[in-house]
Structure formats: structure tokens, C-alpha cells
């Protein structure tokens, strides 16, 4: 079969992938995204919730908020919960601005259906991706059955996709830390048992209060990196949430029937550059964050940005400064993140293991956070996202 040819060949379709070529095709620029997964899978992974106020505002403007807008839910501040006793972050009054609490999968339901509208080319269940040519004006992806002459290439599969293996080793610096616990996440047809977000800290360890919906309850509980799904039972997971969230004014934890049920590991990761010569990585395929910040799919969502100017200003004007400072521009951005996600990570986690002093100077810096408005604001600020 003959090679396609498209301006951007985009590897992944998740908020990064699917977004970035949103944004390229309202600057005119064509692309062709190729997934390994299908539709209905990527429209149904369970995972980020919480949109920043940036993301939010970005994804208005380039008209995709429709129904973020009706079935969303402003929040304008969430509690941190320790010394079973709530203490609330008032987001919107520390910062002007508030997050909006939507599921991923539904932004990417927005996306694809916008996509399609527009005619857009998405490849769905692809398998054997791989690139070529990076370093040449015309790189390649070819897949079984097909294959894509490009005039740049962006990765954005995610952290286990293949478009970060073709920059060389000599390269690439990866940067990383394995935190010494994961977060098993619960998916409940209940009512939100609060209005608001809860990060709770407490001495069995983190739990999290979440939602998607007035009729659905998302919910985490920190547990050991080695534990496996099969050995909680939803009965234990309750058990456990319960023991984690109860305070003392009378919080009654709703339960429901759960839906989905899933542990993920929790690390820090960053990779640099972000761009080999005409291949740019972007969203987890770059970096990957604890989620205890709600960061990973807001950066996915900066980076693209950025990476649409700069595309856009290079295939229509032949004008290469803003891809030469793509991955500057995008890292000082995800440094930021970690930052952030490793702050509110430690602060809420209980390390196996450690010692009091560790334990002491976590719940200073909860004190200190609940009740110093500069240190709420510094949370508050990133929380709800800096400026783009
Ligand atoms: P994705 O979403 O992983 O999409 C990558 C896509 O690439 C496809 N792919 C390939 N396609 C073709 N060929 C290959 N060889 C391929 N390899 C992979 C994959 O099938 C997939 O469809 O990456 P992207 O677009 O960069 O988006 C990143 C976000 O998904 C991620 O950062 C967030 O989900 C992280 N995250 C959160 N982020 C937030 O901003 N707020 C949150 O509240 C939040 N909570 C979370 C989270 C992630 C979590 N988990 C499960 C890791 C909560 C959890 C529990
Ligand atoms: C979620 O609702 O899935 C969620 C909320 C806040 C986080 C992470 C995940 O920090």
C-alpha cells in the first residue's frame, strides 16, 4: 500500500493525542491520530477527574466545553481531612479561580465526536507502530497494514507507548522516583457523600472523596505497591474508606454498588527533551506524576497547546523558534508539577515504615497549610493551575 501522507502524524488518542489535533485543525494544520486501542475502550478508561481552571478556560474557548459546561461540576475549594476533622481549602477565594470536576473519558468522548464532525482522520485498533526517519524532514510511521509520510511526528501514547523509545539513549535523560505505595481507586454508583473533594490523612493511610456525578462516587485508598485487586473485596474497600474518613462531627460515607475497580502504581518521571529533531513527545508519554496533585491529564493538555503553536507556526510559516523551545517551554511547566504532586503526596501519605520524625513533620505541614493563608494560597494556586 502506498504511504499516507499528513502534515502531523499523531501517535495516541487520549486527551493529548485527540486534543492536539483538535487544535491543529482549527489552525488549518492536518493530522492523522493512530490508536491501539478501540473507540469504545479509550471512551470508557477510567481515570483523571479534576480539570484546572487554565484547562478549563482552553478547552471553552476552542469550543469543546459543551457538555463540560452543563454536566460538570465547579468546585471552589475542597477539604483536607486530618485529626478526623476537616479543613477547607477555599479555592476560589485564596485564587479567583475554581477546577471543574469532569471525567477524562468524557473529555475524550468530546473530543472524538468533534474529530468525527470535522471529518478528522482517526485510526482506531492500529497495532505495530513504529517511527522512522526522525532526524530527516519527511520522518515516518508505519503500522501493520499502512504507513504515514509525515512532516513532523508527535508521540503522545502515554507512559507505556513506544514514540519515547526512538529518541537515543545518548539523548534521553530520564529522571524518576518510585513512591512506596499505589492507589487502589473505586468507582461507586452512589451519591457523593460531601459537595466537595476530600484528601483525607490518617494513620491507616491516605484516602480521597471524590465524584463524577450527583449519582457517582469516586474514591481512593492508598495500599501497598504489591497488593492485588483480587484481594479486596469491595466489602474490605468499604471498610477500610469508612475507618479512613470517619471524623468526628458525624461524616456518613455513602455506599453504592461499584462499577470499576482498579490499583495503580504511583511515580514521578520526567524525560528530556521533549523533542527530537521532528519527533516531540508530549503528555505521559514525557512525564508521569502521583495523581494526589490531579496533574497528569492538565499537563498533557499544556503541552499540546504549546506544541500546536509551534507546529502551526512552522508548517504554515516555516518559522522553527517556537519548536526549538518547545521542551524548555513544556519542562518548566512539568518541573512545576512534580513539585506540587510530590508536596501533596508527601504530605498526605503515611511511607511505610517511616519513622516519627517523618510522621511529626507531615502533620506540621498539615497544620500549617490548614491554618497560614500563605501556605493555602501556595496550594491553592497550584491546585487550580498557574497560567499557561
Ligand atoms: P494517555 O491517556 O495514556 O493516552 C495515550 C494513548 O496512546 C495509546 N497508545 C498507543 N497507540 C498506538 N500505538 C502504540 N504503540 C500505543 N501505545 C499507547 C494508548 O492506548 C492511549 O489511548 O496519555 P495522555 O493523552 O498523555 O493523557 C495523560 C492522562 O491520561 C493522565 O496524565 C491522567 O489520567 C493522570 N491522572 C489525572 N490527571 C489529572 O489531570 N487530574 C486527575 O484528577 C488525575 N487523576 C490520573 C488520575 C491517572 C490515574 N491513573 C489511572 C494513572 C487518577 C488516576 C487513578
Ligand atoms: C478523581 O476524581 O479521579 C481525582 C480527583 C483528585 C485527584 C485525583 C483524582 O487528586
Redesign the pocket.
Known amino acids: 500500500m502506498s504511504p499516507v501522507r499528513t502534515q502531523v502524524g499523531i501517535?495516541?488518542?487520549?486527551?493529548?493525542?485527540?486534543l492536539l489535533s483538535h487544535l491543529l485543525h482549527l489552525e488549518g494544520v492536518d493530522s492523522v491520530v493512530?490508536?491501539?486501542?478501540s473507540r469504545d475502550?479509550?471512551e470508557r478508561?477510567?481515570?483523571?477527574?479534576?480539570?484546572?481552571q487554565p484547562s478549563a478556560d482552553l478547552l471553552r474557548d476552542v469550543g469543546l466545553a459543551g457538555r463540560m459546561d452543563e454536566e460538570g461540576l465547579p468546585h471552589h475549594g475542597f477539604s483536607l481531612r486530618f485529626d478526623r476533622e476537616d479543613h477547607r481549602i477555599p479555592l476560589t477565594e485564596l485564587t479567583g479561580s475554581t477546577i471543574t470536576v469532569y471525567g477524562?473519558q468524557e473529555i475524550v468522548k468530546d473530543l472524538i465526536a468533534a474529530r468525527l464532525a470535522a471529518h478528522g482522520d482517526l485510526r482506531f485498533e492500529?497495532?505495530g507502530?513504529a517511527v522512522h526517519d526522525v532526524d530527516t524532514d519527511r520522518p515516518r510511521i508505519t503500522?501493520d497494514g499502512g504507513e504515514l509520510e509525515c512532516d513532523v511526528i508527535a508521540g503522545?501514547?502515554?507512559?507505556?507507548?513506544?514514540a519515547r523509545g526512538a529518541v537515543p539513549d545518548s539523548v534521553l535523560k530520564t529522571f524518576e522516583h518510585e513512591y512506596p505505595f499505589a492507589?487502589l481507586?473505586l468507582l461507586a454508583q452512589a451519591q457523593p457523600s460531601h459537595e466537595e473533594l476530600i484528601y483525607a490523612s490518617h494513620e491507616r493511610g491516605f484516602a480521597l472523596h471524590?465524584m463524577r456525578s450527583p449519582e457517582v462516587t469516586r474514591l481512593?485508598l492508598q495500599v501497598d505497591p504489591d497488593e492485588r485487586i483480587e484481594d479486596w473485596s469491595d466489602e474490605r474497600i468499604w471498610d477500610e474508606l469508612h475507618l479512613r474518613l470517619e471524623t468526628d462531627n458525624g461524616f456518613t460515607l455513602r455506599e453504592g454498588p461499584v462499577i470499576e475497580k482498579?490499583i495503580?502504581s504511583m511515580r514521578g518521571f520526567v524525560a528530556e527533551p521533549m523533542r527530537h529533531g521532528r519527533l516531540f513527545l508530549?503528555?505521559?508519554?514525557a512525564h508521569?506524576?502521583p495523581?494526589t496533585g490531579?496533574?497528569?491529564?492538565?499537563?498533557?493538555i499544556a503541552d499540546v497547546l504549546v506544541l500546536s503553536r509551534a507546529l502551526t507556526s512552522l508548517l504554515r510559516k516555516g518559522d522553527s523558534d517556537l519548536v526549538e523551545s518547545y521542551s524548555d517551554t513544556c519542562l518548566r511547566r512539568v518541573w512545576r508539577a512534580q513539585g506540587f504532586s510530590n508536596h501533596m503526596t508527601t504530605m498526605l501519605h503515611r511511607a511505610p515504615g517511616s519513622e516519627d520524625y517523618q510522621h511529626r513533620l507531615r502533620m506540621s505541614q498539615l497544620r500549617y497549610t490548614a491554618t497560614s493563608s500563605a501556605a493555602a494560597t501556595s496550594l491553592a494556586e497550584n491546585y487550580v493551575g498557574l497560567p499557561f
Open positions: 501517535i495516541g488518542a487520549g486527551p493529548a493525542g485527540l493512530l490508536e491501539a486501542r475502550y479509550v478508561r477510567v481515570r483523571a477527574g479534576v480539570v484546572e477524562q492500529v497495532s507502530v503500522y503522545c501514547d502515554g507512559f507505556h507507548g513506544i492507589w481507586g471524590s481512593y482498579s495503580t508530549a503528555g505521559d508519554a508521569i506524576v495523581p490531579a496533574k497528569g491529564m492538565n499537563l498533557a
